[in-house]
Nanobody
């Protein structure tokens, strides 16, 4: 199993910045990608950004150019730098780790961290 602990959420004014961190522990050697999802009230959880073990990165269109996902392998930590935050960005942000076990995808989730943007 993989355990994920997030930090860094909070309240920020529109146009401001926040950095989220996600520290992974456990069977981290089996992780093939880590990412950040978010879920706003009344909406489905959506993928925001993902970084694979080969270094490839993907973002949803609405955050491209504003958010940056990165990782520190020595610390087993993934970050999400969020700049130019907009009123559309508030949500609970969840860290995700993907593993493939015998060809089956297994997801691990953090507890979530609230991001609030004031206008």
């Amino acid at each position: 199993q993989v355990q994920l602990v997030e930090s860094g959420g909070g309240l920020v004014q529109a146009g401001g910045s926040l950095r989220l961190s996600c520290a992974a522990s456990g069977r981290i050697f089996s992780i093939n990608a880590m990412g950040w999802y978010r879920q706003a009230p009344g909406k489905q959880r959506e993928l925001v950004a993902v970084i694979a073990t080969d270094g490839s990165i993907n973002y949803i269109a609405s955050v491209k150019g504003r958010f940056t996902i990165s990782r520190d392998n020595a610390k087993n930590t993934v970050y999400l730098q969020m700049n130019s935050l907009k009123p559309a960005d508030p949500a609970v942000y969840y860290c995700n780790a993907q593993r493939l076990v015998m060809g089956v995808r297994i997801d691990s989730w953090g507890q979530g961290t609230q991001v609030t943007v004031s206008s």
